[in-house]
């Protein structure tokens, strides 16, 4: 696609589901990254995926989070038994090595 | 230290005038240096990337980088109400490793 699609726009949970979010990004770009961004906060790196490399899970907060990308491509952002303090917006990027490509994101509420 | 450093604002300009926003990192590695718009409630996009020492100018946009005090700046010419916005600082560090560090941004107001 033209640019990077993250899905669902905006997730509202209850505290202790699991959530599911998705990042498709820009065809032929090799690299994908997870950030966070909390309400008036800065982007706070989450995991890298690089081709076929072991990806860089060194920003996961904690094991309730977890991510994959398949066949190199789409990417899925899951947090299990989710807490108050998971509620950000969580942007997915890819890059031509000229910068970050940024999806819209998707805003999560924990409720 | 943090590994970017930004003033987080507000910075408040006149219409017409010149903004400058400074960022300072600490990896001496640091390979390329980006600069992002983010509009409230929006994602940031990608306005200036900086590679070499020196002015790299783009419209009413200059980034400024210099290496060897580790700092890297940009500058909006005639500022218009529309230029408000958080403006990230961020880099690229050294050894090939395309993970890009954020500054937490700095929030500029542009006064009609």
């Known amino acids: 696609g033209a640019g990077v699609s993250q899905s669902p726009s905006n997730k509202v949970t209850e505290k202790g589901k699991d959530v599911e979010l998705r990042c498709d990004p820009i065809s032929g770009h090799t690299a994908l990254y997870w950030y966070r961004q909390s309400l008036g906060q800065g982007l706070e790196f989450l995991i890298y995926f690089q081709g076929n490399s072991a990806p860089d899970k060194s920003g996961l907060p904690s094991d309730r989070f977890s991510a994959e990308r398949t066949g190199g491509s789409v990417s899925t952002l899951t947090i299990q038994r989710t807490q108050q303090e998971d509620s950000a917006v969580y942007l997915c990027?890819?890059?031509?090595?000229?910068?970050?490509?940024f999806g819209s994101g998707t805003r999560l509420t924990v409720v | 230290q943090k590994e970017v450093e930004q003033n987080s604002g507000p910075l408040s300009v006149p219409e017409g005038a010149i903004a400058s926003l400074n960022c300072t990192y600490s990896?001496?590695?640091?390979?390329?240096f980006f600069w992002y718009r983010q509009y409230s409630g929006k994602s940031p996009e990608l306005i200036m990337f900086i590679y070499s020492n020196g002015d790299k100018e783009d419209g009413r946009f200059t980034a400024q980088l210099n290496k060897a005090s580790q700092y890297v700046s940009l500058l909006i010419r005639d500022s218009q109400p529309s230029d408000s916005a958080t403006y990230l600082c961020?880099?690229?560090?050294?050894?090939?490793?395309?993970?890009?560090?954020f500054g937490i941004g700095t929030k500029l107001q542009v006064i009609p």
């Open positions: 990896d001496r590695g640091s390979q390329s």
């Open positions: 990027a890819s890059t031509d090595r000229r910068g970050y490509t």
């Open positions: 961020a880099l690229m560090g050294s050894g090939g490793y395309q993970k890009v560090t």
